[in-house]
């Protein structure tokens, strides 16, 4: 006995060949978003409308900025933060005028150009705190959509050059290679990359504030 099998996709397209089953149907709905898993800009192409769908997309990236690797870097104040909760820097030390630390407690004299494997002290070329105006920590999405566009607080730089440090900055790259005993970022840092990328081609519109005094 003959048994005829029709793969699903065979039944939405109008010739069937060998090559039917290997088309891969566009994504109907954006996948929940799961601890642990960065959605990918192209699961976002079901938002229709570009201004929703660019808000969406930098949603998503904040999810990494202010995961504890991003934001225990970029402080509202003067201490950095450290571990997954984002506690205070122990031992205490304070930014300096450079962000990296005060003459007797430079970030360097712990902190390498590399993780520290035994002392379990994490480094990177160039350790430092980000400077206040491009904190992260207390701040919502909308806020830190709105800074990063802002020249007057990103460092000067343009969106073409915000996507250059997404990819290739030494201290952005530490946040998937954090050492022994620390939770890389989320997705990774070509994916992270990819979604402001996406966010800016879709206008780089930034999500609403969510409380009336947000978007400062
Ligand atoms: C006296 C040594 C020392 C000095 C000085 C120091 N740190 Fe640290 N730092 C550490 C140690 C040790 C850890 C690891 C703590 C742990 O995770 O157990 C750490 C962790 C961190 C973390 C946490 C990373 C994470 O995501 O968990 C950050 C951020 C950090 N330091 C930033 C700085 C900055 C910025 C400076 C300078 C302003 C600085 N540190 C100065 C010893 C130091
Ligand atoms: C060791 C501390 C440290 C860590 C960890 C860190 N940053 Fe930063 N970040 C900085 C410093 C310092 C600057 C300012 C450097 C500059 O402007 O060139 C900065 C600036 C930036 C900027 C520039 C624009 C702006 O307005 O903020 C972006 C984007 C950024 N970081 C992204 C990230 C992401 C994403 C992560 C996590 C994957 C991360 N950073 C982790 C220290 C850190």
Redesign the pocket.
Known sequence: MRVLFIPAACMLVFACGPSATTVSMPPKFLPEAAPGVLRAPGDFSVIADKSDRSRALFVEASR??L?P??A???PNDDS?RQGEFSTLHDPPVTRGPE?TGVVAMQCSSC?QGENAKLAHV?G?P??????K??A?IGKSPADICE??KDPA???G?TLAQ?VE??EH?A??????APGEGRAA?LGS?AQ?AALVSAWIEAGAVCPTPVSPEGAK
Not at 126 to 131: D, I, T
Not at 171 to 176: E, F, I, R, T
């Open positions: 990494v900025l995961g690797r991003c225990n870097c970029h950095p962000g902190h994490p990177a160039g350790w430092r705190l980000a400077p105006s491009m992260w800074q990063l607080r990103n460092g730089r915000l440090h997404f900055d201290l952005v790259a530490w946040g998937w970022s840092q992270l």
